[in-house]
Each structure stands twice: as C-alpha cells, then as structure tokens.
C-alpha cells in the first residue's frame, strides 16, 4: 500500500466514534464516515433509535465534511451473532454478545466492506483499544494543524498484532476485541487509544459536537441499543442468563450467594454461599482457537 490515505471510520452515532473521525482527519487522513445497521426493530419505547443514531453520525460528517455512506447487516447478525447467542443460551453458556459482534460484523464483514469496496488503505473505530502498531505521536492528547506528510505504511509489517490495553483502564475495551483476526486487526486504527473519556468529552465539546454529547452512553447489546438485555434475551429463549459463578439475586438472604452449575434439563440453577465455597473453584478450563489470519490459529 505504501501510505495510509484513507481510512473508513465505523460511526455509530455516539461521542467516541465522533471524535475517533476527528482525530483521524485533524492527522491529515483523508476520511470517510459509515454507519452500520444490525438490527431491525423499535425500542421499548416505541423509538427507532438506529434511524436518530444514523442521523447523528450523518451530522457528525457534515460537520467535519467527510462522506458519509451506510450498510446493513441485518441478516449477517441474525444468522451470525443473534442465532449462536440463542443456541448457545439454549445449552446454558452465556456468550458475550458484544465479542461475536465485533468477530463476525465490525472486524469482518465491515472490514471487508472498508477495503475492498471503499478501497480503504484501513478502519478505524472508536474503541478503547491499542495495538502493537500504534505510533504515540499520531494519537497525542493536543490539537494540531493537519499534516502535509503521509505516514509509514505500518499495515505491511507482518509481524503478528499484540492488543495492548488502552489508556483510559476503566473504559478499556480489548476483552470485547479478543477474538479479531489478525488481518483484521494490523488493518485496524483505535485514535482513542491514549485518551481518557473526560479527555474525549472535551474534545467533542470543542468540536461542538453538543448532539452526541447529550446521549446517555450505550450499554445495550452491540449495534442493538437500549435493551434490558436480560429480558430481551428471555423474549427469545426460555433458559437462564446467569453465568457460573455470577452473584445470584436471592430474596431475603443477607449473604450473597454464587451460581456453581446450571441443568439445562430441568432448568434448575444452583448456588452456594460465599466466594470461598469449594464448587465455584475448578480444577481446568475450557479455552478454544484464535484466530492469526491466513488459516492459521493459536490457543
């Protein structure tokens, strides 16, 4: 590729995506915004927040006079993210439905997407994140005139990715970006990745980007939105969201109490008293591939 030009920054609409594509083009890249929809339907309220949420995004790249495009993948998080999540519930696991999503739709079919079609030399979101590849002097905490110089190519540099925490650890979200490819990730930026949240408040406010700063932050499933995710998940699938060793909700009890198994025969949860109970303690673990990229995969 040589030099990184263009970079396709993910949009959701929110405070940090806005900023992530301000940073990228007060660095001198040339930008382009995209808003992605997974989902499909209304809020408990009766609000279709993905159409409020795409028009932010929209005013957002107005404002700093970069394209804007939009794609859906409705039906590639149903059959990749949301199934799995209902069969794997169904057998009593508690799948992370933000991990999948990220695995399946942001870092692969939008990654996709944002190189081939867009003909991105790479993405960009607006995760708490940092890599290996990250250069300090692209992300630092200040205002600066754009540059007239390309950076180095690092996306050629085959060496394998390491996922660093970023700066902000109580935001942190590399758990959530665990299972990324590793063709995904050397194509990845993060300009959030030395940043604190207050820093990137701030930053918005400067910016006047007020519309996204008055929205309550997403806690809802990943591109799905404000949902009690429980009792979505039970609206689809009549089995239990309690992890193992999850501190159970029990009525009238003084002491809390840990779930240690779940039977998903009979639909029976059972718990012991205290973190220190023998049955919340064992003696091996489950763990499965990750992926490296080019077939190839790592434990």
Known sequence: MGFIRHVVCAMSGGVDSSVAA????????????VFMKNWDSLDESGVCNTETDCEDAYRVCQSLDIPFHQVSYIKEYWHEVFSKLLKDYEKGRTPNPDILCNKHI????FHKYAIDTL?????ATGHYARTSQE?????EQKTIAPQTTLFRDRFEIRNPVRMYQAADLFKDQTFFL????QDALRQTMFPLAGLTKDFVKKIAAEAGFHH???KKESM???FIGERNFESFILEAVCWFT???GQRAKIGGQRDPFFVVDKDITTGDVFVAPTTNHPALFRDMMRTGPLPLGNGRTAC
């Open 135 to 139: 250069d300090d002097e692209v992300f």
């Open 212 to 214: 996204v700063l008055k």
């Open 22 to 33: 301000l940073l990228l083009k007060r660095r001198g890249y040339s930008v382009t915004g």
């Open 220 to 222: 809802g499933i990943c």
């Open 119 to 123: 003909g991105a030399d790479a993405m």
């Open 178 to 181: 665990s299972q990324i490819s």
């Open 242 to 244: 309690m992890t193992l």
């Open 106 to 109: 942001k870092f692969n079919h």
